[in-house]
Structure formats: C-alpha cells, structure tokens
C-alpha cells in the first residue's frame, strides 16, 4: 500500500473543504493539506444538481476566500434584475475545478485525491480508489478535517422515503429538462427550496399554475432576496442585520421574531393565511414569491407514505393521483439537521456552520481561526457551532449561537481584519459605505440594540450574555 503523510487530510471537496483549505493555507503558510473526495471533481452536491437551480445567495459571496465566483454583475434583465448575479451550477462546478487548478495545487501545499472514498477512524486513515483500487494509508500529522457533516442530500442521488407503486411516474427535478412531452399535470412534492424552483421553473416554461399541484407538508418562512445583496448594496444587507437583532432584542419566541420580520418585509411566507413553522432559510425574490401564489391546488395533508397508481396516500389523507401525472420528488433533506459537536478536537476538525447561514463563510472562518490561533480552547470559543433546525422555533437560540461567534470575533483585531476583507462576509467592505443614509441607519440601529438583544437571547436560551460587540 502506498503511504504519504501530510499535516491535515480535508475529506469532502464540495463547498465546505475547499473554502476551509483556501482559508487555512492563507493563514498558515506552512500547512500541508491533502483533500479526498470520492466524486471525480471537486464542488460536492453541485456536481448533481437539477440544471435549472441557481445560487440562492449571490455568486460574491460564495465559493473561496482568494478567487472571485462570476464577475460580480448586477443583473439588468430578467427574473434577477436588480440583485447581483447568482451562479448556476455549472459555473459553480467549474470555478471549484478552477480553485483547485489554479490556487490551491499550484501552491504546491494541497493535494487531490479524487474519485477515493475516504475509510478509516482514530488510528489509521486510507484513501481507496473507486476506480483503480489502490489504497493509499495517510499520516496525520496535525488533524482530519470532516468536510462531510453538512452533506447535501439532493433529489437525484437520494432514495424517496416513500413507496412507488409500478408504473408511477415520479422523478428528480433533474429529469423534466428531458421530457419530450407534455404531462397532463404536474405534482411537485416537497415543501424545501428546490421545490419551490420546480414550481417556477414550470411556470417560467409556460405550465398553466392550475397544471400545477403541490404536495407541501410544511409552509416556510422565506427571507426576501432584497436584502440579502452585498458589495455596493451592502445597505440592503446591513438593513437585514438591523432589524434582525432589533427582533431579537423585542421577541420572545421564533414566531413572534418572524411576524416582526415579515412586518418589516424582511422574512415572507407564500400563503400568508397559513403559519409557517419551518425555516430553512430559502431565499426568494417578490416576483418568484408571487409566481408560487399562483399555485392553488396546495395539499397540506402531511408528507408522503405511498404514490399509487390512483391515489396519493398521505400522513393525514389521500388525494387522486390523476392519469398522465409526472410527480417530482423534491423531498431530499438539502442540508442535514445535525447534532452540533466541537469543531476543533485533539485530532479532527468537523466543519459546521458557525455564521447564521453562508456555508463557505463558516468554513473558511474555521480555516482562518485554525491557522491563526493555537490553543483549542480558544478556537472553540470563537466558533461555537449553530444548528439549523428547519422549525423557527428554534431561531432565537440559532441567533444566539451565530451573533455571540461574530461578536467574540470582532473582539480580535487579526480575525476582525481578515472578516472585514474577506470577500465571503456578506457585509464585508460596508465601512466605503457610511455616507449612505440606509447604511447610517442600520448601523445606528445596531448600536442600539445589540446589547438588548444579546441580553434578550441570552435569557431566553439561559446562558449569560456575551458583551456587546460588533457584528459588521
Ligand atoms: C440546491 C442547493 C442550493 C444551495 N445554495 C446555497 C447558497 O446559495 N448558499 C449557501 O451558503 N448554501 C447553499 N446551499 C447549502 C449547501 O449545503 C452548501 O452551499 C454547500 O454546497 C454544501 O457543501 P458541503 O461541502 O458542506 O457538502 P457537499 O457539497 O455535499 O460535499 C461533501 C463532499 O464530501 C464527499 N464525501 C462524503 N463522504 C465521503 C467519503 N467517505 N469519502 C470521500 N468523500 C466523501 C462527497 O462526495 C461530497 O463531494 C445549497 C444547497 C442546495 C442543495
């Protein structure tokens, strides 16, 4: 068996692991990395998504620390006018493959072992080829890296978790894009993001709403795309963070924070006769939140135990399955509910999320405290893991975790300095914008209510509360 060493062996090369590898080898010009990943290519789920999907968030604030995803256009035309372009996942795919050619190789510190399955546990770590076969027993000198814990489940490589009778027509998003003809209708099923971009992505193909049924078992708080811009709209983002600590510091519970939210047209619902109870975070724009209005033939009778050939059998019903139906499955989980465990351990780091949403913002900040700062403790402290539940129940507590992390870090000038430059924090640069009325005013907002808030969160979730610090 072939043997190599290296200082940290990253396992998973989607988003995740590249942003974290980028990270750390900026921060510590010593560091020897060897990434795995049993996809051939690095960008992780991206590799199998539906063609139609974008970015939910815009492409500046996506990917890696030191190379720029797309050119950080505002889009003048079409469904996106007005915000800054987001990546489909072809791009996606190539501006990962890009990063590892282009960046992290030839830095001549990280390799790649694609196409390998990562086996192994405390004692030994080995790499086996899912093609050739080779093994390859890795050293460690400092720690594993689990890139996988955030794990997308996605509707083209997970299995339904419910039964499909024999001549049923269910398939993934993936698979409309090669129908050669019309279904006589269309029930999408699933209540997540991906099937909201079904249902518009039908509509934008001429598919009548009334074509349309869907099966959503949950209804979502979604948050408005407007305020989720950055860069020379930093003010939207900055409005965001206002009224969103503003919330925190006034609720006493998710539900309570969210209709704040939606009163200050931040957070939405698609129904707004219906109470959401799930929050995943989906980010949607006004038009495409109308367009999904559009669809009223919603079943609201729970998730799916079985499509029959007739019948559709529910948790709390059934409903006819129509003649000629395609069904789409768009009940894959995305991103896994996780327990949160440390994420730095004598041996292993395991990359979770560490700000409220931006995954490549959580794990290149991991990266840049790992190659930072020495003392676990320390690292620990500065990136408390947060969990996103899926029920806005549990908001404030994620709120508490996120903001107390960005606060302590904004305390440390060498993290403070790296977060204001870097080009993944989507408030990042929001100091050129401070004539900007909008901009004044969000920060005066803050300063006004973030120690409210912290004191508020703190109470509620019953722990002590962090001093005020900044969160820009
Ligand atoms: C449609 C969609 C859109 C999204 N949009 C956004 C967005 O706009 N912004 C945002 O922040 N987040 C978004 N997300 C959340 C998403 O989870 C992250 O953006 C990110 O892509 C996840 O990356 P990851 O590296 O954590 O996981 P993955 O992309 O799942 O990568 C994990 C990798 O680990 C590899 N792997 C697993 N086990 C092993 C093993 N034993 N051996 C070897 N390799 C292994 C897998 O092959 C995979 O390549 C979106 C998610 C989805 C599904």
Redesign the pocket.
């Known amino acids: 068996m072939r043997e190599i060493e290296t200082d940290y062996l990253v ?8 942003a974290f590898v980028d990270a750390l080898i900026a921060a510590d010009a010593n560091a020897d990395v060897v990434i ?4 051939h290519r ?6 199998d ?2 063609p139609f ?1 974008r ?3 815009p492409s500046a604030n ?1 990917g890696v620390n030191q190379r720029v995803l797309g050119t950080d256009r505002i889009d003048d035309s079409g469904p996106n006018a007005g915000f800054y372009e ?1 990546a489909t996942a072809t791009e996606i795919i190539s501006y990962f493959s890009d990063v590892l050619d282009a960046v992290l190789v030839p830095s001549g510190r990280v390799r790649f072992f694609g196409m ?4 192994g546990g405390p004692e030994e770590h080995r790499l086996v080829s899912r093609v050739s076969g080779e093994e390859t027993a890795v050293r460690v000198r400092r720690r594993l890296v689990d ?6 489940s ?1 509707p083209s490589t997970h299995t339904p978790g419910f039964d499909i009778d024999p001549g049923v027509r269910v398939v993934p998003p993936n698979d409309l894009v090669n129908l050669s003809e019309a279904a006589a209708g269309y029930t999408v099923v699933g209540a997540g ?2 099937a909201m ?1 079904t249902c518009n992505w039908l509509m934008d193909e001429g598919v009548a709403p009334d074509r349309i049924r869907w099966i959503r078992p949950r209804d979502a708080w979604v948050q408005d795309r407007t305020y989720l811009q950055p860069l020379e709209l930093v003010g939207s983002y900055l409005q965001l963070q206002a009224h969103w600590v503003q919330a925190a510091a006034e609720s006493s519970d998710g539900s309570g924070f969210a209709h704040r939210l939606e009163a200050a047209g931040v957070f939405a619902r698609i129904d707004p006769g219906v109470e959401p109870d799930a929050y995943r975070g989906a ?1 949607l724009s006004t038009r495409e939140l109308e367009s999904l209005r559009r669809i009223e033939n919603v079943v609201r009778l729970g998730r799916v135990n079985r499509i029959a050939s007739d019948q559709v059998l529910l948790e709390r019903g059934t409903v006819r399955s129509g003649a000629g139906q395609v069904f789409v499955d768009c009940t ?1 989980a ?2 896994p509910t996780t327990a949160t465990r440390p994420v730095f351990e004598a041996d292993r780091i395991t ?1 979770q999320l560490v700000t409220i ?5 959580s ?1 290149a900040t991991v990266g840049a405290v790992e190659g930072l700062r020495e003392d676990d403790a320390d690292k620990n402290r500065l990136c408390s893991p947060l969990t996103f539940s899926g029920r806005i129940s549990d908001v404030l507590e994620l709120s508490h975790v996120g903001m107390s992390g960005l606060s302590l870090r904004s305390a440390e000038p060498d993290l403070a300095a790296w977060n204001e430059t870097s080009r993944l924090n989507p408030a990042g640069g929001a100091a050129a914008h401070l004539g900007e009325p909008r901009v004044l005013s969000a920060l005066e907002s803050l300063a006004a209510n973030i120690g409210p808030a912290m004191s508020n969160l703190a109470r509620l979730v019953g722990t002590t509360s962090e001093p005020p610090g900044s969160l820009v």
């Open positions: 396992v998973g090369a989607g988003a995740s692991g590249m795995v990943d049993r996809r690095p960008g992780g789920h991206w590799l998504a539906y999907v970015l939910h968030q996506y987001r390998c399955d990562y086996r890139a996988t814990y955030l794990s997308s996605i993001k991906t971009d980010i894959a995305g991103t990359l949403g931006f995954t490549p913002w794990a």
